[in-house]
């Protein structure tokens, strides 16, 4: 960009000295309208929208034909056609700097919400799922040991059972005895239980 | 990404100037100049008589203006207004420093070199322009 400006500053010098110092006076009364113009659009890439601006000529030349009538006019031409070039390479170093500057913000925002994400959202999310997990742990944990209690409950339940059903039988067998030798059914069951023991009346 | 700044897109917007007397002229040769109905237009002049309270004031019009899109400021009239400049943050109008014919470029006064060197340190400078 130093090179373009240095070149158009010494196409001016160069009209000024031959055409004299009388042009600025006339440029800057003959402005009127700018005939150059920049159109700006917005160009969208990866999802951030970027100016691009665009130098359009718009036509119609200015009134600065008086200008180099005097003399010098094909040294104003040419300075002319040099500062038009250098207004192009500016138009364009311009579009590249607001670009630039934008994605320079969106890396910025992008940023921050990378950190907030990665400090604060997943660490939340983690202790919820393992809260989460320690609660299905622990169900699981009562649901086994209610069941193992149950199954013991059974067990106990299986044995009184048996136990009451032998009992059952004992008394069967006491009545058959009764009923066999005429005696009573006390008298039956002594007899049962006294087959163990010695009975004192008995001599032998 | 709601608070993206607005980028109108326009068909035709002006480019802006505070230069020195030369740098204008070309430009103005060139017919980036305008004038319009209210005799307000969108170049400075800065001479040896101006004042910095009248560039400051020209640098804000031009950037509030809705119909520039670019700003062209000579770099040692920056550097008069360099707090105005550094503090100014909105992509559109885009803020350019030229050399002017006794300065030569300096990048190192840049406004957006130097900002972006101060906001991300590394890769942006080296790896943009020039």
């Given at each position: 960009?130093?090179d373009?400006?240095?070149t158009?500053s010494?196409?001016?010098?160069?009209a000024?000295y031959?055409?004299?110092d009388?042009?600025?006076?006339?440029v800057?009364?003959?402005?009127?309208?700018?005939?150059?113009?920049?159109?700006?659009?917005?160009e969208?890439?990866?999802?951030?929208?970027?100016?691009?601006?665009?130098?359009?000529?718009?036509g119609?030349v200015?009134?600065?034909?008086?200008?180099?009538l005097a003399?010098?006019?094909?040294?104003?031409?040419?300075?002319?056609a040099?500062?038009?070039?250098?207004?192009?390479v500016?138009?364009?170093?311009?579009?590249l700097?607001?670009?630039?500057?934008?994605?320079?913000e969106?890396?910025?925002t992008?940023?921050?919400?990378?950190?907030?994400?990665?400090?604060?959202v997943?660490?939340?999310?983690?202790?919820?799922?393992?809260?989460?997990k320690?609660e299905?742990?622990?169900?699981?944990?009562?649901?086994?040991?209610?069941?193992?209690?149950?199954?013991?409950?059974?067990?106990?339940e299986?044995?009184?059972?048996?136990?009451?059903?032998?009992?059952?039988?004992?008394?069967?067998?006491?009545?058959?005895?009764?009923?066999?030798?005429?005696?009573s059914?006390n008298?039956?069951?002594?007899?049962?239980?006294?087959?163990?023991q010695?009975?004192?009346?008995?001599?032998? | 990404?709601?608070?993206?700044?607005?980028?109108?897109?326009k068909?035709?917007?002006?480019?802006a100037?505070?230069?020195?007397?030369?740098?204008?002229?070309?430009?103005?040769?060139?017919?980036?100049g305008?004038?319009?109905?209210?005799?307000?237009?969108n170049y400075?002049?800065?001479?040896?008589?101006?004042?910095?309270?009248?560039?400051?004031?020209?640098?804000?019009?031009?950037?509030t203006?809705?119909?520039?899109?670019i700003v062209?400021?000579s770099q040692?009239?920056?550097?008069?207004?360099?707090?105005?400049?550094?503090?100014y943050?909105?992509?559109?109008?885009?803020?350019?420093?030229?050399?002017?014919?006794?300065?030569?470029?300096?990048?190192?006064?840049?406004?957006v070199l130097?900002r972006?060197?101060?906001?991300?340190?590394?890769?942006?400078?080296?790896?943009?322009?020039?």
């Open positions: 960009m130093g373009i400006m240095k158009s010494f196409a001016l010098t160069e000024k031959v055409a004299g009388n042009i600025k006076h006339v800057l009364e003959n402005v009127r309208e700018a005939s150059l113009k920049v159109r700006s659009r917005q969208n890439v990866a999802g951030v929208k970027l100016p691009k601006f665009e130098y359009t000529n718009d119609e200015n009134k600065n034909d008086l200008t180099g003399r010098g006019g094909q040294q104003v031409q040419q300075c002319r040099a500062y038009i070039k250098a207004i192009e500016l138009v364009e170093l311009a579009s700097q607001t670009s630039f500057l934008t994605l320079d969106a890396i910025k992008t940023n921050r919400r990378v950190n907030a994400l990665e400090n604060v997943k660490p939340r999310l983690e202790n919820t799922i393992s809260y989460i320690g299905l742990d622990e169900l699981e944990r009562e649901d086994f040991f209610r069941l193992k209690k149950i199954q013991g409950y059974k067990k106990r299986i044995e009184k059972q048996m136990q009451s059903a032998k009992l059952f039988v004992e008394e069967q067998v006491a009545e058959k005895l009764a009923l066999q030798r005429g005696i059914l008298n039956a069951q002594n007899i049962l239980s006294a087959t163990a010695k009975d004192e009346d008995i001599i032998f | 990404m709601a608070n993206r700044a607005q980028i109108p897109t068909s035709s917007a002006l480019i100037m505070i230069a020195d007397e030369d740098t204008v002229v070309g430009f103005l040769l060139a017919g980036v305008n004038v319009d109905i209210r005799r307000k237009t400075l002049i800065v001479d040896s008589k101006t004042t910095v309270k009248q560039i400051e004031d020209a640098f804000k019009e031009f950037t203006r809705e119909d520039i899109a062209l400021i040692y009239v920056a550097n008069m207004i360099r707090f105005l400049v550094d503090s943050n909105k992509p559109v109008p885009a803020i350019l420093e030229i050399p002017s014919k006794d300065h030569p470029y300096d990048p190192a006064h840049d406004s130097s972006v060197k101060y906001l991300f340190s590394t890769e942006s400078v080296a790896s943009g322009r020039r």
